[in-house]
């Protein structure tokens, strides 16, 4: 994506609940963006389906020609191949070993390329976001789970099996809760939203006086990492201990990997990032007294894409891919 591309491409983003489907610019901009629901329920053709629909209509809205369109790149969760352009494994889709890169070539006049969406979303902020001039970036998506990517001078460092740039799966408490992925303690099971969710609801229900059972309706099932966020806005203690637990384990995460990689950017994004520096304030404070300098003067951000990081970057992924990428 080094230098100016030549040509639009079409980002598609997916999820278990919706695409979000965008032509961008040669200089970042979405020209054309719309979401549509993922059909899940009509199985993988229906999301293909979907995907080349949905395609199509942000091209005609967009009003570009055919061959001002230079491909097609799509980004989903979970692991994949991506040479091979199949997704090997999509829990919320209910997918395993989909090739899905060949199936949505098939159903549209340009090439499709397939990467993973946090990836795609590092990509996206390295080429026009707040990664931009980094020389080594690392971007964190952390909401539900926590995800990660690697920009190297512009191109995305994806490991020998396209698995690298798992930070929610290194381990911060080896005596921590168990992960989704079967280890105890890993990041994601400490600083995600459900895990933050999970620790203030646990509170709650040992009769701990908090503003988050009138915020959750009496019931500490439906605590969300939103809600700790707000009620620690108002000066709650639970909530603020809380968000301190989170912001530590998601601090000494960040500071193991400044120190693993000597970044000159991290750029964090997710739904928790909405907390803004309420969550990057102690992060960058961390990294600053505990990571031997100089890795420790690395700038941490929070995205500036928005929502649009995983379209952009599934369009980055396309023109990657035509300049001979993959
Ligand atoms: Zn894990």
Known sequence: VRGAPAQYAIGLDLGGTKIAAGVVAPDGR???????????????????????????????????????????????PGPMDPEAGVVTFAPNLG?????????????????CTLGNDADA?????????????ARLLLYLTVSTGIGGGIVLGGQL??????????????????????????RQGCLEALASGPATARRAADRLRAGE????????????????????????DRGDLLATEVLAETTRYLGIGVANLVTLFDPDRVVIGGGLANLGERLLGPVRDLV???????????EILPVALGKSSG????????????????
Do not use: K
Request: aromatic content about 4%; some cysteine.
């Open 30 to 76: 979405v020209v054309a963006g719309a979401v549509v629901p993922t059909p899940v329920a009509g199985g993988v053709e229906a999301v293909l389906d979907a995907l080349a629909g949905v395609a199509r209509q942000v091209a005609d809205a967009a009003g570009v020609a055919l061959s001002e369109v230079v491909g097609v790149g799509l980004a989903t």
């Open 95 to 111: 997918w395993r070993d989909v090739p899905a890169a060949r199936l949505l070539s098939e159903r549209l006049p340009w090439p």
């Open 121 to 133: 979303a590092a990509l996206g902020e390295a080429t026009f976001g707040a990664g931009r001039g």
């Open 157 to 182: 460092v994806t490991g020998a099996h396209g698995a690298a740039a798992e930070f929610g799966h290194q381990v911060i408490d080896p005596a921590g809760p168990r992960c989704r992925c079967g």
């Open 209 to 232: 006086a908090s503003f988050l059972t009138e915020l959750a309706g009496g019931d500490p099932a439906q605590v969300t990492a939103v809600m700790v966020g707000e009620a620690a």
């Open 288 to 298: 600053r007294r505990e990571v031997l300098p100089p890795a420790n003067r690395v």
């Open 311 to 326: 379209l952009v970057g599934a369009a980055c992924l396309a023109w990657t891919a035509s300049a001979g990428g993959r």
